[in-house]
C-alpha cells in the first residue's frame, strides 16, 4: 500500500520535460530575471503590448492577469489596451496568420507559453539580444539563437544594428577539424588537405555597427523585463497544473482506499 501510494505520488509530480527547438544548441545568455520583481513585470507587459503584440498574441491570459503584479484597472484600461478590448478580455490581436504567413513566411505564434515550451527565460532573453544583419534573408535579419527566424528585427531602434563576425571552419567527416580567422587561410587549409574538407562560415560573434537609442545595459534590461513578463504569463499556468495534480493524487488516494476495503469485504465471505 503505501509503496503504491509513493509510485502515484512520483508519477502525479513527475513534470513533463520542455523540448527545445533552438536547432543545434548555441549557449545562452542568463537573463536573472525575478518573478517577485513586479515593476519589471509591469515594464514587460508595456513593451509586448507596444512592440510585439501587432503580430503575436498572449491569447490564453487576460489583460487583468497584471492587476495581481499591482496595476490598476485604470491603469490596464490606458497603458495597455489599444484596440477598444476588454480589461477582462484575452490577449488577442488582430494579424490573420494567413497575412502573417505571406509576410514572415509562417505565423507568428502565441506567446503565452513560449517561455515554457523553449525551456526559460534565458532562451527569450537570449533570442532578442541575437539579432544580426543578413542580407540573404528575406527580412534582412538572421539570428543566432533561432536559425533562419522569419521575425524582423523589431526592436532595431532600440538597439542598433548588429553585424557578424565570421569565423571560417574546416569541416571534415562532420566534424569540426579547425577554426580559422580568415577565409583565405582556411582555404589554403583546404586545399593543402585535397578531397572531403568543406568550409563552413560560422558567426563567432556579433558586434554593434550602429548604436541605437538605448546603450547595451539599457537594452538589456528590455530584453530582461520582455523575458520577466512572459515567464510570469506562463507561470500562472504552471501554478494551475500542480493545483490540478495535487486534485489527481487526491482522488487516487481515496480511489486507493475504496478499492482496497472493498476487496477485504469482499473476500471475508469466501475465507
Ligand atoms: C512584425 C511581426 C512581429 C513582431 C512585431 C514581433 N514578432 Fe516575434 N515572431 C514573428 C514571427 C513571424 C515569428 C516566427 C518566426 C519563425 O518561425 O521563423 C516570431 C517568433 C518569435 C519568437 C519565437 C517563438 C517560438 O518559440 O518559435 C519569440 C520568442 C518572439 N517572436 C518574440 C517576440 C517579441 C518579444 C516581440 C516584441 C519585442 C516580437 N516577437 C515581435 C513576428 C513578429
Redesign the pocket.
Known sequence: MKKLFALITFIALTPITAWS?GGPSVALEQANIDLNNHAAIQRGAK??VN??M???SAKYVRYQLMEKVGLTTEQIKNNLIFDGGKVGGLMTNAMPEKD?AEW??????D?TL?SR??GGEDW?YS??KSFYTDPSRPMGVNNTV?K?????N??WELEGIKEPVYHYAVIHDGHTEKVFDHEEDAKNYIREHGKGYKLEKVVDHLEITRPGQLTSTEFDQVARD?ATY?TYIAEPMKLERHSLGLWVILFLTVFTILAYMTKKEWWKAIH
Open positions: 527547438a513593451y509586448f512592440y510585439c501587432g503580430c503575436h502573417a514572415f513566411g509562417g505565423p507568428a505564434p506567446l513560449t515550451i523553449r527569450i533570442y532578442l533561432f533562419n527566424v522569419g521575425m524582423p523589431v526592436l520582455l512572459l
